[in-house]
């Protein structure tokens, strides 16, 4: 593994996890007025007694998306509620599991591409991602053990990847989404970023207890190298392969394969996930347009309004026609393993999420795991994809390859 060559002036100062409440501020004390994760704090959450539960004590943070009984919801802007009258349903989940939700984290406007304020905790001149930047980069440096996050494209397992950490979005519809604000309501996704695989199955516990991550055996890897090769820089492309490399040298069975070619950035499925986004994030958002948009937001909504009714419903159906065919595909391996994203751009840039979209596309949980740094000291992690509501199979292999050490960099 590289080490980190940013220098003082452009890395903050990482630290380990913290697990408490009254940890959590301290670290957020100590360098968020540089790495800006954090859009709200609530510090009377360190005087809150820790209640009973499978999380018990355990600070988290939220993305600017979802409401949290008592604080305030920007939704990425200057507008918004003062202070929710209840929880959104996975924030409630997890407090009555005994975690504490400390304040809410810095997203893109609505969810878009407009950049957040947020730093990467690795160099500050480079972009923790989008949309769910705060989220990421606070789980990166060390505030909370984990935040959540969105998807709908690329906005969890990206900002994960660029900021060192897990970022797991689970199969479509598996955890609810009531009080998380809709940006495409048939691909939005409820995203665990953490500092760790067994915190994220820990997490992903409270709302799925039927999935069982514990591992068992060794796993089946489906490793697909030529997907999106074209997307990824050299460099990122020999970390892949190092770590298809560690994995079967670890013990597990790992085939090389090509993926079927509607699993491509010129596939029909890929363009029909961008009139499924288009239409519905225009009937969700385009009423808001009175209020004053950012202008990457603003110019994709304009466009998004000429997205017709028919190309919408023609999307669907190809949607609908091809998730049998992924669905047997995904279901001959425990996971696939494939390229997540190249270390972290500028600050002008969230990323692309051209190798992620697939799987938000056809709703299969997928997860990435950070596995190296860049030659400038960035991290690169790598994606791993199961069939749809096998997200038992997804967290085992995460968590096995994890107990190898073949993870962090």
């Known amino acids: 593994m590289r080490e980190a060559t940013a220098s003082s002036k452009e890395r903050t100062n990482l630290m380990p996890m913290a697990k408490t409440a009254a940890e959590a501020m301290a670290r957020i004390d100590q360098n968020d007025a540089q790495l800006r994760a954090w ?63 400390i304040g809410k984290t810095h997203t893109t406007a609505l969810a878009y591409r407009d950049p957040a304020p947020t730093r990467n905790p690795h160099n500050l001149e480079h972009t ?26 690329g906005s969890g397992l990206r900002p994960a990847s660029f900021c060192g950490v897990v970022g797991y ?20 996704t409820v995203a665990i970023i953490s500092a ?8 992903m516990s409270v709302f799925a207890p039927e999935f069982d991550s514990t591992p068992r055996g060794v796993p089946h890897v489906g490793y697909a190298p030529k997907a999106f090769a074209n997307r990824f820089e050299p460099e990122t492309l020999a970390v892949l392969q190092k770590t298809a490399n560690a994995i079967a040298q670890a013990g597990a069975h790992v ?26 994030a225009n009937a969700v958002l385009g009423p808001l347009r ?20 028919e190309a919408y419903q023609t999307a669907l159906a190809q949607r609908a026609r091809t998730r049998p065919q992924i669905a047997a595909m995904l279901a001959k391996y425990d996971v696939l393993l494939l390229g997540c994203a190249n270390p972290a751009p500028g600050l002008d840039s969230t990323g692309d999420t051209t190798p992620l979209t697939p799987w938000s596309f056809w709703g299969v949980p997928s997860l990435s795991l950070p596995v190296a740094r860049s030659a400038k000291g960035l991290p690169i992690g790598v994606q791993l994809v199961a069939a749809p509501g096998c997200d038992d199979k997804l967290l ?6 994890e107990a190898k050490g073949l993870t962090g960099f």
């Not at 979005?169 to 939005?188: E, F």
Request: charged content about 15%; aromatic content about 8%.
């Open 196 to 203: 760790n695989v067994e915190i994220a199955a820990r997490v």
């Open 128 to 153: 923790p991602g989008g949309s769910s930047a705060g989220s990421a980069a606070a789980v990166g440096a060390g505030h909370v053990p984990f935040a959540l996050g969105t998807q709908t494209v």
């Open 255 to 280: 085939e090389q394969i090509e993926l079927p070619s509607i699993v491509d950035e010129t596939s029909a499925p890929t363009a029909a996930h961008w009139s499924i986004v288009s239409f519905e």
């Open 290 to 309: 009175v209020h004053g948009f950012p202008p990457l937001l603003e110019e994709f909504i304009a466009a998004a309004s000429k997205v017709s009714y």
């Open 396 to 401: 085992r292999a995460a968590r096995w390859i």
């Open 39 to 101: 859009v709200y704090v609530d510090r009377n959450a360190a005087k809150a007694e820790a209640r009973g539960g499978p999380l018990s004590g355990i600070p988290f943070g939220v993305k600017d998306l979802y409401d949290v009984a008592g604080m305030p919801t920007r939704f990425g802007l200057n507008w918004g509620i003062e202070s929710a009258p209840i929880d959104a349903w996975c924030v409630a989940a997890l407090r009555a599991a005994g975690a504490v939700p």
């Open 169 to 188: 979005k689970p199969t479509y519809g598996v955890i609810p989404v009531q009080g998380m604000a809709p940006y495409a309501p048939s691909l939005d």
